[in-house]
């Protein structure tokens, strides 16, 4: 009778061949980024953490400066680029640039902590001098205190803070600016220079 090395389908041999071959196939490779991923993951959480803690971001055009007030100080005036929130803001002129028709990004946020936790009783400047924050994507940071906000009519809103004798104030509809019935802020901005000086 003629032999065969091969095992015959349905003897122990055989099923056993059979399943490890299929466990083997069902496992899954590991994928390589799966640590970035976790890391892409955390980031965003800690964006979104840090949006949470943002009362007001939009986007100016400055149309007018005054240079007079002090020597080393321009107050900035303009609209934001829907019309709707007229502005008006004290800037350091060593430490900030700006010119009539840039366009400035104004974020007013109540911490500067990536992960949104309010900061401590240490200090800002002490203690985020060694790590990563949100001041770090801005040009221009300043805290201070809101010291005024007002409610015109049903539909309007002024806000004034001052940050060390610097002044800001916003004026705009109410559902743009109701967030910032607050008291200790942080003014971050970043400007970007416009190609056409006419905009």
């Not at 892409?40 to 840090?50: G, I, P, V």
């Not at 949100?134 to 049903?154: K, S």
């Not at 109701?178 to 942080?186: G, K, N, P």
Request: negative net charge.
């Amino acid at each position: 009778m003629p032999t065969s090395d091969r095992a015959p389908i349905g003897s122990p041999m055989g099923v056993d061949q059979l399943l490890i071959q299929n466990a083997t196939a069902s496992i899954p490779e590991e994928p390589e980024n799966m640590e970035l991923d976790v890391e892409m993951d955390d980031s965003a959480l800690q964006r979104k953490m840090a949006a949470d803690a943002q009362l007001f971001n939009d986007t100016f055009i400055v149309t007018g400066i005054d240079h007079a007030k002090y020597d080393r100080c321009r107050r900035l005036f303009g609209s934001s680029t829907d019309h709707t929130i007229r502005f008006l803001l004290d800037v350091h002129t060593e430490l900030f640039s700006i010119d009539i028709g840039d366009t400035l990004q104004m974020v007013i946020a109540t911490t500067l902590n990536l992960d949104g936790t309010p900061d401590d009783e240490k200090g800002w400047k002490d203690s985020q001098q060694n790590e990563a924050n949100l001041g770090d994507m801005f040009d221009y940071v300043m805290h201070g205190q809101v010291y005024i906000h007002q409610e015109g009519d049903a539909e309007s809103m002024k806000v004034s803070a001052s940050f060390g004798g610097l002044l800001m104030t916003l004026e705009g509809p109410l559902r743009k600016l109701i967030t910032l019935r607050t008291e200790s802020i942080y003014l971050l901005c970043k400007s970007r220079i416009t190609i056409d000086p006419s905009f």
